[in-house]
């Protein structure tokens, strides 16, 4: 009995000395904080009390009082860079919360969707090596932003994995490959520790992290920001209030689309009067126009007997923008997002042996639409057995957007709500001081490029001033992807790189890392996330660690009517070549043309050059163009145009691009005409 009584004597006794101070979840082991600054810290502790801090690298003590409501901060100025050192904090009762590990160094905030948000364990190309080297990055920290919304700036900071961490073969798994690789860029040319916050969701827009006091100054988001302002506070109002606009919407289309009215979902519709298309893959990959509207697909398939009143996993891949699955008739699930993965459970009862349809509603609001994504995420299942969905499917066209409105959005959860991420996984980092940030997003934002160069730029002054300083921002151009070009072509991937290249050459503190060459035909995430960490950081090494380092491929600068050819000139043009096209023939050609031996007549006859130009006359038809490199300009004519007025390059969603300058570097896409 005596041993039980102090025992919990002892016990009593730990949780009193345990220290009452907490700290906020960006302090913690293994953290860097930025060089040269001041470090505001700041967290909660007993009312009343005082908490003090102290500092190992300058043995300096600072000292703040805590507040009524428990909560205290205090700054502190840290030196160069260095460490490891310690942080203790303590309110004065019990033990101290002692920092270990700290590293000083910068800070770099790692930003976008999907692109940058892809793990290294997604397969990304080096992947095992990556992993196995890991531990050897001891100078590089990572930290994680869970993904949250808010409807207000928050000041509680969701994370992952208990805050900052060390490189190891476990702890990079789930992190940005990007961004790392961006990390390990700068550790290794640098020597400086480098500390990555990780804030970035797939799949969504760049309204929803940009903040209400800037979202409002742009008339198109002026109505969305007042009405959030005005949502009730409630949850289980808002959700309601959801619901409601749902059943509203549903009941206006079912009334106008002819797939509900004519029963198209049903086993027994006769399609045999429909089309087929292939699945996964986008209308517009396979030559068709866009949607921008309905859609129904159907697919036929068998039901074992073995399955028969057994519950089954439907897969659909991914479907752009959003839809109404079927099976037999009955809707089963409903999915918003264009870059979400369609999983729907296909109840029991539901489940016959023999014939059954498949049937989905698609609604496409702009740009590409369809299902899309990888084969082996469309199939049917019951248990460990699978049926792959993937190959034909019947489609039809059922009615286009006019007299529709959109499809209402559930403020409470959906991360494309307006200042939905600002608030939530932005807002908490901004008395956190950074040395800069990378951003790779603007897939979800295809099909509004125009307004985008408006409102990038409006979100990196947002950040900026939101931090109280001008911080760097280096911004990734979207891959090339889908269908490969094979002739010209209106593209709003093209139109959405333009916008990028026309906010890094307009705005102060910018770069742009050039991805024209390293995308996938069938994946919007493409594996080679080396490239775009080491291009992003070029851009950081040269424009603000002032190293010597090409960070750039060949912009275009101007251009000039020669004759029935037009010759382009080009900043970061010095040792212009073709590469990955006909063995780099371009620079043979160059070397025959001399500097005037192009004429003015063209370059007819001449060795093929790089590839992805085009070029038009005053009919506004362009035409696939020879090209010749020729010194640090390229001279581009064809023979379907006696006066060009206008060229392209690389404008297309999957262009085959081979300009590069003589490091490495490929050209942005670019147009020297402003007419769709």
């Known amino acids: 009995m005596k041993r039980l009584f102090f025992a919990v004597l002892a016990l009593c006794l730990c949780v009193a000395l345990r220290a009452e101070v907490k700290l906020a979840p960006l302090f913690t082991d293994n953290m860097v904080l930025q060089q040269n600054a001041d470090v505001r810290f700041w967290g909660t502790?007993?009312?009343?009390?005082?908490?003090?801090?102290?500092?190992?690298?300058?043995?300096?003590?600072?000292?703040?009082?805590?507040?009524?409501?428990?909560?205290?901060?205090?700054?502190?100025?840290?030196?160069?860079?260095?460490?490891?050192y310690t942080v203790s904090v303590s309110d004065g009762k019990g033990s101290p919360v002692v920092l270990e590990n700290v590293l000083i160094g910068d800070v770099w905030l790692c930003g976008g969707q999907s692109n940058m948000e892809m793990a290294i364990e997604k397969n990304v190309t080096g992947m095992v090596r990556t992993l196995a080297e890991a531990s050897s990055h001891?100078?590089?920290?990572?930290?994680?932003?869970?993904?949250t919304t808010a409807l207000e700036p928050s000041s509680v900071l969701n994370v992952r994995h208990g805050g900052w961490n060390t490189c190891d073969e476990n702890t990079i798994r789930d992190f940005s490959a990007a961004g790392y690789y961006f990390g390990i860029e700068l550790n290794e040319k640098l020597g400086v520790p480098i500390g990555l916050i990780e804030s970035c969701w797939g799949g969504t827009l760049a309204e929803a992290w940009t903040s209400a006091g800037s979202l409002e100054t742009m008339p198109y988001f002026r109505d969305a920001v007042k009405r959030i302002s005005e949502l009730p506070s409630s949850a289980a109002e808002r959700d309601a209030l959801f619901r409601a606009d749902v059943e509203r919407w549903e009941k206006e289309v079912r009334a106008k689309d002819p797939g509900f009215k004519s029963g198209w979902a049903t086993v027994d519709y006769d399609d045999s009067s429909w089309d087929a298309l292939q699945a996964p893959g986008t209308v517009e990959s396979q030559g068709l126009p866009h949607i921008k509207g309905f859609m129904w697909m159907r697919k036929t398939v068998d039901i074992p007997q073995s399955w028969a009143g057994r519950e089954l996993t439907l897969g659909l891949s991914m479907i752009d923008d959003n839809d109404f699955a079927f099976f037999n008739g009955e809707c089963i699930g409903h999915t918003e997002g264009w870059m979400a993965r369609r999983q729907y459970k296909v109840p029991a009862s539901a489940v016959t042996a023999g014939k059954a349809v498949i049937a989905v509603r698609v609604m496409d609001t702009g740009g590409d639409g369809g299902i899309h994504g990888r084969a082996d995420w469309m199939n049917l299942s019951c248990g460990m057995e699978t049926m792959s969905l993937a190959g034909e499917w019947k489609y039809r066209r059922a009615m286009s957007l006019r007299g529709i409105p959109l499809f209402p959005i559930n403020v409470s959860s959906d991360p494309n709500t307006p200042t939905a991420l600002y608030?939530?996984?932005?807002?908490?980092?901004?008395?956190?001081?950074i040395k800069g940030a990378i951003w790779y997003q603007g897939e979800a934002n295809v099909g509004r490029a125009e307004q985008y160069q408006t409102l990038l730029p409006l979100m990196i002054n947002d950040w900026r001033r939101s931090w109280g300083y001008c911080f760097p921002f280096y911004i990734a151009q979207l891959a090339n992807y889908m269908t490969p070009q094979t002739e010209a072509e209106e593209s709003s991937w093209a139109a959405l790189r333009e916008a990028q290249l026309m906010v890094s050459q307009t705005m102060e503190d910018t770069g742009l890392a050039v991805l024209i060459d390293i995308g996938e035909a069938r994946d919007i995430h493409p594996k080679n996330k080396v490239d775009v960490g080491?291009?992003?950081?070029?851009?950081?090494?040269?424009?603000?660690?002032?190293?010597?380092?090409?960070?750039?491929?060949?912009?275009?600068?101007?251009?000039?009517?020669?004759?029935?050819?037009?010759?382009?000139?080009?900043?970061?043009?010095?040792?212009?070549?073709?590469?990955?096209?006909?063995?780099?023939?371009?620079?043979?050609?160059?070397?025959?043309?001399?500097?005037?031996?192009?004429?003015?007549?063209?370059?007819?006859?001449?060795?093929?050059?790089?590839?992805?130009?085009?070029?038009?006359?005053?009919?506004?038809?362009?035409?696939?163009?020879?090209?010749?490199?020729?010194g640090e300009t390229v001279v581009v004519s064809s023979p379907e145009v006696a006066f060009p007025v206008a060229v392209r390059y690389g404008w297309a969603d999957n262009p085959h691009c081979t300009l590069y300058n003589g490091a490495g570097l490929p050209a942005s896409p670019f147009r020297t005409d402003g007419w769709y």
């Open 45 to 84: 502790a007993r009312a009343g009390a005082r908490v003090t801090l102290l500092t190992s690298w300058d043995k300096a003590r600072y000292v703040a009082p805590v507040s009524k409501d428990g909560s205290w901060s205090l700054s502190l100025r840290t030196p160069s860079w260095g460490g490891p």
């Open 138 to 147: 001891t100078g590089v920290r990572i930290f994680h932003v869970n993904n």
């Open 423 to 433: 608030n939530a996984m932005i807002y908490p980092l901004i008395q956190f001081p």
């Open 534 to 630: 080491k291009r992003l950081a070029y851009n950081a090494l040269a424009l603000t660690y002032g190293l010597p380092v090409q960070y750039s491929g060949p912009i275009y600068k101007s251009h000039a009517i020669e004759g029935s050819a037009i010759r382009v000139r080009f900043d970061f043009a010095s040792g212009l070549c073709s590469l990955g096209g006909d063995d780099g023939a371009g620079v043979a050609a160059a070397g025959a043309a001399g500097a005037g031996g192009a004429g003015l007549g063209g370059f007819d006859g001449a060795p093929a050059g790089p590839d992805g130009f085009y070029i038009a006359g005053v009919d506004r038809v362009f035409h696939k163009a020879a090209a010749v490199i020729d």
